[in-house]
Every structure is written in structure tokens, then in C-alpha cells.
């Protein structure tokens, strides 16, 4: 069958886009492989996340292609209304407490994970009742050379093949050869941004820093307090053969605390290759358990990180704790866990300035490959807004 639409991977931006072009009377296929600790349900990244739905001024990076606040806000409601979520109450943000660089105060929701399988299933459904086909497989080739995209699909059952018109590529941060295969062009995005995840032993820990807000954002030069969502666990996930303690999973019976710190760095290539290459010299168990610090910022883990990220990124990375610990917000002297190495913007992104479209003509990419914003409320919006621009591009 020929389909309007394939959208390869079924995160929340592959679904979201889904129903979107449904709604506006298109055929989308959605192709899935699942994370492996997904056990073949839909949904990407969603069930091993945060589960935080962080609203503007998180997200900013799509407001060039929604192309004003209000277009953006519209969106966010849309997916409201498909997730049956309600963000309202949430709708705030402050710039607060000028003495630090900037202190950014993100409104967030953070769902429990009983709530994250009922908008699993729930997403789920939908898909069924609008009867959107959603093949279960990887997509393992792509060619164009026909007016029309074959797209291969490996499942249990065997290959198959079917045809679009169109493809919206929302395979999130995993590799993105296939994309390239196709002579879509990586965008220069955002750099990348490197440091450690710091978990410590009890959450009264980092209570200082949580009551600035349920997900604030310290920013000073080009380093940033990250994901600060506790209770959790650290979850670890793999990137070409390097295991990154990504985020948390929210937990309430884990009692540890634990936030990133991450610097922001141009060299990309250049600082994922770095990485990627020592990597595999340090000893395993460093990197499963983390260093534990009784005392201090870095500990035993400095020596490793200044070959992972170079001297100067880890003396920016020293000085940004000493901020934090100068404003009462950390304090280094408790014990704690190092783990590393925490990456963010590490895989390539594709979609060009202020569009969801790519180097391509016809290859959209959305969700984190888009590059404009990572997150789970942004992955959705992008499904919203990429289908949007599509149907104006028809029209
Ligand atoms: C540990 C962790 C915690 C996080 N916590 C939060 C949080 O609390 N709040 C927040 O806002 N964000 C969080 N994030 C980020 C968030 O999970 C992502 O930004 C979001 O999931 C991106 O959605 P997506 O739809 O773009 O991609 P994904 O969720 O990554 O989904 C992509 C899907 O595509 C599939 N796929 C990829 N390639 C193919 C292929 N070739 N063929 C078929 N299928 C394919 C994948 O298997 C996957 O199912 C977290 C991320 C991690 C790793």
C-alpha cells in the first residue's frame, strides 16, 4: 500500500505526528523497532525518562518554526488534549534572582509511572480506534528513486517493504545512519554539552536547589545545572558502544537525589570522538557504579574526565560546582556519586532553520533528531507542528 506519511519511530513526536496527519485527512504508517527495554511497546524514551513534561521557557528552540508564543502554546494544548494531560495549572515561568548569571525557574509535570503506562496505553489506543497502521520492526533501508520512498522494515516475520510519499524520520537520539544513507545533511545544532550526573546519598541533599523550583535551571557562562528530578534512578543508555546516565527515572521509593552539570562545547565531532575513543579504557566498573566522593566535587573521578573532556572543560565544569557551592545551593562536602560521562546533543541532527524539513525535499526529521529541542513535551509539540507544516506545504 502507498501511505502519505511514513514516520520511522514511534516515540511521542512519531506518535503525536500520527494522529496530527490523520486529523488532516492523510495515510500515516508509523514504524516502530522499540527500545530494547521497551518490550516492543511504542512510545520511545517515554517510559524510561523523567516523565517530566517541562513547559516554556523549556523548549524555546521550537519557537522559530511554530513561529510565535502563541502558535507554540497552541500547539502545547493540542497535545494536552491528545495526551488528556492537564499542564494548565503549570503555565508559569520566572526569570528570578538576578545575582546568579540567570536563574530559570522550568514549570513542569512529572508524572508517576503508573500514570506514564495509562498514557502508553492510552496513546495506543487512539492509534488502533484511527486505525493507523503501526508496523512493529526496524526500519533498516530507505531509497528514493522512484517518485516514491521504498522503506524496508526487518521484523520478526521477515522484511517488508512498503511506500510513502513522504517520510518524517523521529528516531531520536539513537544512530541516525539511516538518515544519512539517504544524503541528508547533518545541521551544525546546538554543539554539545558535557559533565557528570552528581546523585547524592539523601534528598534533603539537594533541597536548596529544589526549592528554586521543581526544575531549576542555573546557567552561568556555558555551564548549566541539568535535569535536577528527584526522587530517581540514574538510567544509563547506550550510544554507539558508550553508556550515558542520561536522566533519571522518577522513582518514589528511591530516596537518592541526583542532578546533572553540563557544559556547553562547539567541537562536537572533535568531542565525541575524544570521548568515544577513551572510553573504552576505563575500567568498567567506574562507569556501572560511578566514584563515589566523600568529600569534594570530582574526587577519583577528575584524572578520568580530564582524558574524556580535556583539562580546561573540567576546570569550567570546577568552577561552576564552586558557584553553586558559593550560593549555598551544593553542598560538596556530603558524599556522593560521580557518574559519567553525561552527554547531551551527542547524535546528529538534520532538520534546517525554523522548518522540520531537511536537506531533502520530502524528508522531514522531528523530536530530538530535529535538533530545535530535546524532551518529552518538545518531542510531542514537534508532532504537532511538523505535521502542520507539512499540510501547509500541500496546501
Ligand atoms: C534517561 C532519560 C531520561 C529523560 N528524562 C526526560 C524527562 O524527564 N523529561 C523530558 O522532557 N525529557 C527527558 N528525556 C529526553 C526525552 O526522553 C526525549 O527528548 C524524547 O523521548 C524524544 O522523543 P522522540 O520521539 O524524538 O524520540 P524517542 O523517544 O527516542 O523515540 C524514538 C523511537 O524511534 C525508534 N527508532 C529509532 N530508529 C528506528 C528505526 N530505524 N526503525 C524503527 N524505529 C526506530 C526507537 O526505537 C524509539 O522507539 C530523557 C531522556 C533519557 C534518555
Redesign the pocket.
Given at each position: 500500500m502507498k501511505y502519505d506519511v511514513a514516520i520511522?519511530?514511534?516515540?511521542?513526536?512519531?506518535i503525536v505526528s500520527a494522529l496530527k496527519l490523520k486529523e488532516f485527512g492523510y495515510s500515516p504508517l508509523v514504524?516502530?523497532?522499540?527500545?530494547p527495554q521497551?518490550e516492543g511497546s511504542i512510545g520511545?524514551?517515554?517510559k524510561?525518562?523523567?516523565?517530566?513534561?517541562?513547559l516554556p521557557p523549556a523548549g524555546l528552540g521550537l519557537l522559530d518554526v511554530a513561529g510565535s508564543e502563541k502558535e507554540l502554546y497552541t500547539a502545547i494544548s493540542e497535545v494536552e488534549t491528545f495526551f488528556e494531560l492537564d499542564l494548565s495549572s503549570s503555565f508559569e515561568s520566572h526569570d528570578v534572582n538576578k545575582e546568579m548569571d540567570s536563574l530559570r525557574k522550568y514549570q513542569s509535570v512529572v508524572l508517576e509511572k503508573e500514570e506514564i503506562n495509562t498514557l502508553v496505553n492510552h496513546l495506543d489506543g487512539m492509534l488502533k480506534s484511527k486505525n493507523i497502521p503501526v508496523v512493529q520492526g526496524?526500519?533498516v533501508e530507505i531509497k528514493n528513486d522512484r517518485e516514491l520512498f521504498d522503506v524496508k522494515i526487518r521484523s520478526d516475520d521477515g522484511d517488508v517493504v512498503e511506500s510513502a510519499k513522504t517520510i518524517f524520520f523521529?528516531?531520536?537520539?539513537?544512530n541516525n545512519s539511516?538518515i544519512k544513507s539517504l544524503g541528508v545533511k547533518a545541521t551544525k545544532g546546538k554543539g554539545i554539552d558535557v559533565g557528570v550526573r552528581v546523585e547524592f546519598f539523601s534528598l534533603e541533599d539537594l533541597k536548596k536547589l529544589r526549592s528554586l523550583g521543581p526544575d531549576a535551571k542555573i546557567i552561568k557562562d556555558r555551564c548549566r545545572t541539568f535535569?535536577l528530578?528527584s526522587p530517581g534512578e540514574v538510567?544509563y543508555?547506550d550510544y554507539n558502544g558508550v553508556s550515558i546516565p542520561?536522566?533519571?527515572?522518577a522513582s518514589c521509593n528511591v530516596e537518592r537525589a541526583n542532578f546533572g552539570i553540563l557544559l556547553r562545547l562547539d567541537a562536537k565531532a572533535e568531542v565525541l570522538n575524544r570521548i568515544v575513543s577513551y572510553y573504552h579504557d576505563i575500567q568498567p566498573c567506574l562507569i556501572e557504579n560511578g566514584v563515589t566522593v566523600e568529600s569534594g566535587f570530582l574526587g577519583r573521578a577528575e584524572p578520568l574526565l580530564k582524558e574524556l573532556y580535556g583539562k580546561s572543560s573540567v576546570s569550567k565544569l570546577k568552577d561552576f560546582a564552586d558557584f553553586l557551592m558559593s550560593k549555598g545551593l551544593v553542598d560538596w562536602s556530603k558524599p556522593h556519586i560521580i557518574h559519567m560521562p553525561l552527554i547531551d546533543w551527542h547524535w546528529d541532527t538534520f532538520s534546517v532553520k525554523g522548518s522540520f524539513k531537511t536537506s531533502i525535499s520530502d524528508v522531514y526529521c522531528l523530536?530530538?533528531?530535529s535538533g530545535h529541542a530535546?524532551?518529552?513535551?518538545q518531542?510531542a509539540v514537534s508532532g504537532v507542528l511538523a505535521s502542520r507544516e507539512f499540510k501547509n506545504g500541500r496546501s
Amino acid at each position: 500500500m502507498k501511505y502519505d506519511v511514513a514516520i520511522i519511530g514511534g516515540g511521542l513526536a512519531g506518535i503525536v505526528s500520527a494522529l496530527k496527519l490523520k486529523e488532516f485527512g492523510y495515510s500515516p504508517l508509523v514504524i516502530d523497532a522499540s527500545l530494547p527495554q521497551a518490550e516492543g511497546s511504542i512510545g520511545g524514551f517515554v517510559k524510561f525518562s523523567g516523565a517530566k513534561f517541562s513547559l516554556p521557557p523549556a523548549g524555546l528552540g521550537l519557537l522559530d518554526v511554530a513561529g510565535s508564543e502563541k502558535e507554540l502554546y497552541t500547539a502545547i494544548s493540542e497535545v494536552e488534549t491528545f495526551f488528556e494531560l492537564d499542564l494548565s495549572s503549570s503555565f508559569e515561568s520566572h526569570d528570578v534572582n538576578k545575582e546568579m548569571d540567570s536563574l530559570r525557574k522550568y514549570q513542569s509535570v512529572v508524572l508517576e509511572k503508573e500514570e506514564i503506562n495509562t498514557l502508553v496505553n492510552h496513546l495506543d489506543g487512539m492509534l488502533k480506534s484511527k486505525n493507523i497502521p503501526v508496523v512493529q520492526g526496524e526500519c533498516v533501508e530507505i531509497k528514493n528513486d522512484r517518485e516514491l520512498f521504498d522503506v524496508k522494515i526487518r521484523s520478526d516475520d521477515g522484511d517488508v517493504v512498503e511506500s510513502a510519499k513522504t517520510i518524517f524520520f523521529a528516531g531520536g537520539r539513537r544512530n541516525n545512519s539511516l538518515i544519512k544513507s539517504l544524503g541528508v545533511k547533518a545541521t551544525k545544532g546546538k554543539g554539545i554539552d558535557v559533565g557528570v550526573r552528581v546523585e547524592f546519598f539523601s534528598l534533603e541533599d539537594l533541597k536548596k536547589l529544589r526549592s528554586l523550583g521543581p526544575d531549576a535551571k542555573i546557567i552561568k557562562d556555558r555551564c548549566r545545572t541539568f535535569c535536577l528530578n528527584s526522587p530517581g534512578e540514574v538510567y544509563y543508555y547506550d550510544y554507539n558502544g558508550v553508556s550515558i546516565p542520561g536522566g533519571v527515572v522518577a522513582s518514589c521509593n528511591v530516596e537518592r537525589a541526583n542532578f546533572g552539570i553540563l557544559l556547553r562545547l562547539d567541537a562536537k565531532a572533535e568531542v565525541l570522538n575524544r570521548i568515544v575513543s577513551y572510553y573504552h579504557d576505563i575500567q568498567p566498573c567506574l562507569i556501572e557504579n560511578g566514584v563515589t566522593v566523600e568529600s569534594g566535587f570530582l574526587g577519583r573521578a577528575e584524572p578520568l574526565l580530564k582524558e574524556l573532556y580535556g583539562k580546561s572543560s573540567v576546570s569550567k565544569l570546577k568552577d561552576f560546582a564552586d558557584f553553586l557551592m558559593s550560593k549555598g545551593l551544593v553542598d560538596w562536602s556530603k558524599p556522593h556519586i560521580i557518574h559519567m560521562p553525561l552527554i547531551d546533543w551527542h547524535w546528529d541532527t538534520f532538520s534546517v532553520k525554523g522548518s522540520f524539513k531537511t536537506s531533502i525535499s520530502d524528508v522531514y526529521c522531528l523530536g530530538d533528531v530535529s535538533g530545535h529541542a530535546r524532551g518529552l513535551l518538545q518531542a510531542a509539540v514537534s508532532g504537532v507542528l511538523a505535521s502542520r507544516e507539512f499540510k501547509n506545504g500541500r496546501s
